[in-house]
T-cell receptor, first 113, second 112 residues
C-alpha cells in the first residue's frame, strides 16, 4: 500500500489479556516509531526502530510493553496483561531516513474492559 | 529535555476568518519543528516543518508558520479558514529525528 497500515483498527481486550498490534510501514522506510495517544492528549513516544534495531525504548511505560521489528519491516507492539490505563490509540509512524518526514498510520484504538 | 506547550486546547473561529494556533517549545539545543493535523479517527498528517533556513514556512492547505528562536515559538496561521479545516492540530519538536515530542493539541472548530 501507499501508506502506513495498522491492524486491527479497533481492539477490545479484557483486563489481563495479552494483545498484539501490527504496523506495516511504507516500503523502504528505515525508521519506525510507536506512539500512544490517550483521549484528548497528544501522542506520547513509546519506542523507535532503525531497521531491525530498537534504538530507543525509553517511552515504554512498563515491562508489560514489548515491541519488535525482526526483519526491519513489519513491527508488532505487544502488551501483556492489559490494564485499563492501557486504553488509548496506538499510532505507528515510519520515515525514509532519520530527520525526514514521519508518515503516520490511522492507529489502533485499544479499549481494555 | 524537550517539551511543547499548546496553551489553547480549543479554538472556535468563523469561516473565512483568520486563525493563529500557538505553540511554544522548550529545549537547550537546536530543534526541528513540525505541525501535524489530525482529522477524526485518522492518523496524523504533516502540515509543515522547519528544519533550517527561512523562518517562515509554508505548508499544505494554505497554512504557514513562523519560527521565532528568541521567543521559542512556532505559531501556525491561516488567513482564511474553511469548514474542512476543523480538526486537531499538534505541534511537535524533534532534536535527533529519532523522537518527536508532541504538544497536547488544539482542537480547531470552524463555525459556518
Amino acid at each position: 500500500g501507499a501508506g502506513v497500515s495498522q491492524s486491527p483498527r479497533y481492539k477490545v481486550a479484557k483486563r489481563g489479556q495479552d494483545v498484539a498490534l501490527r504496523c506495516d510501514p511504507i516500503s523502504g522506510h528505515v525508521s519506525l516509531f510507536w506512539y500512544q495517544q490517550a483521549l484528548g492528549q497528544g501522542p506520547e513516544f513509546l519506542t523507535y526502530f532503525q531497521n531491525e534495531a530498537q534504538l530507543d525504548k525509553s517511552g515504554l511505560p512498563s515491562d508489560r510493553f514489548f515491541a519488535e521489528r525482526p526483519e526491519g519491516s513489519v513491527s508488532t507492539l505487544k502488551i501483556q496483561r492489559t490494564q485499563q490505563e492501557d486504553s488509548a490509540v496506538y499510532l505507528c509512524a515510519s520515515s525514509l531516513i532519520r530527520d525526514s518526514e514521519a508518515f503516520f498510520g490511522q492507529g489502533t484504538r485499544l479499549t481494555v474492559v | 529535555a524537550q517539551s511543547v506547550t499548546q496553551l489553547d486546547s480549543q479554538v472556535p473561529v468563523f469561516e473565512e476568518a483568520p486563525v493563529e494556533l500557538r505553540c511554544n517549545y522548550s529545549s537547550s539545543v537546536s530543534v526541528y519543528l513540525f505541525w501535524y493535523v489530525q482529522y477524526p479517527n485518522q492518523g496524523l498528517q504533516l502540515l509543515l516543518k522547519y528544519l533550517s533556513g527561512s523562518t517562515l514556512v509554508k505548508g499544505i492547505n494554505g497554512f504557514e508558520a513562523e519560527f521565532n528562536k528568541s521567543q521559542t515559538s512556532f505559531h501556525l496561521r491561516k488567513p482564511s479558514v474553511h469548514i474542512s479545516d476543523t480538526a486537531g492540530y499538534f505541534c511537535a519538536v524533534s532534536v535527533t529525528g529519532n523522537q518527536f515530542y508532541f504538544g497536547t493539541g488544539t482542537s480547531l472548530t470552524v463555525i459556518p
